[in-house]
Each structure stands twice: as C-alpha cells, then as structure tokens.
C-alpha cells in the first residue's frame, strides 16, 4: 500500500491549507475498508494524532488542539483522504503524515495503524 500525501506548504498564521492523500498499490484492496487519518511531528517532539475518519464517513475524531479548526474527509471513490486545515497557528508546524488503519474504525493509538504515507511538511510562520 502507498500513501502518497501532498498540500503541505509555508502559510502565515491564519491561514488555510488543504492537505490531501491519495492510496493506491495492489495490497489497497484489502485495506481500502478501514479507517485512515493524519498524524504529526514537530521538530524535537514526538509524532501525534491528529484525526481519524472511519470508512463509512461518518464518524470522525480530533486531538483537541485542532478541533473547531481541522476537517478529516474521505472521498472512497477516488481512495483519498483529505485535512482541511483552517486558522492555522505555529504550533500546527510539523510533518504530517497519512495513514490507514487496521480496522474500519480508528484511534489516536500508533500500534492501530497498519499503513504510514511519507508525510509532507506544514510551516505556519507567525
């Protein structure tokens, strides 16, 4: 499976940035039913969770921090999660990472998640 993440960029803070990250490989199929979500790490500090968005689409969960601000959303035709990130702050600054999960619902826990995309970097200056 190949999670090929893109969008990330140098924004000042405030503004927005739509994160986008498409899945594909032969081994997809398998996994194409379960939840996938965004995970981040900033510069010294451990990678977080960041949202999660179950396969049906209907049910999504954030770190707090993003709440009110961030928006997970799939589009299962085209095998694609997007992370519409509005009002962004300096403390977003990292490298995001796309992921699929081993189950069709997921969790902030790293051990949940089956499938890591390379990450792009995010840079909110102030």
């Known amino acids: 499976v190949q999670l090929q993440a893109s969008g990330g960029g140098l924004v000042q803070a405030g503004d927005s940035l739509k994160l986008s990250c498409a899945a594909s490989?032969?081994?997809?199929?398998?996994?194409?039913?379960?939840?996938m979500g965004w995970f981040r790490q900033a510069p010294g500090k451990e990678r977080e969770f960041v949202a999660q968005i179950n396969w049906k689409a209907n049910s999504a969960t954030y770190e707090d921090s993003v709440k009110g601000r961030f928006t997970i959303s799939r589009d299962n035709a085209k095998n694609t999660v997007y992370l519409q990130m509005n009002s962004l702050k300096p403390e977003d600054t990292a490298v995001y990472y796309c992921?699929?999960?081993?189950?069709?619902?997921?969790?902030?826990?790293?051990?949940?998640?089956?499938?890591w995309g390379q990450g792009t970097q995010v840079t909110v200056s102030s």
């Open positions: 992921v699929s999960y081993r189950r069709a619902c997921g969790s902030r826990e790293q051990y949940d998640v089956s499938y």
């Open positions: 490989g032969r081994a997809f199929r398998a996994v194409s039913n379960n939840a």
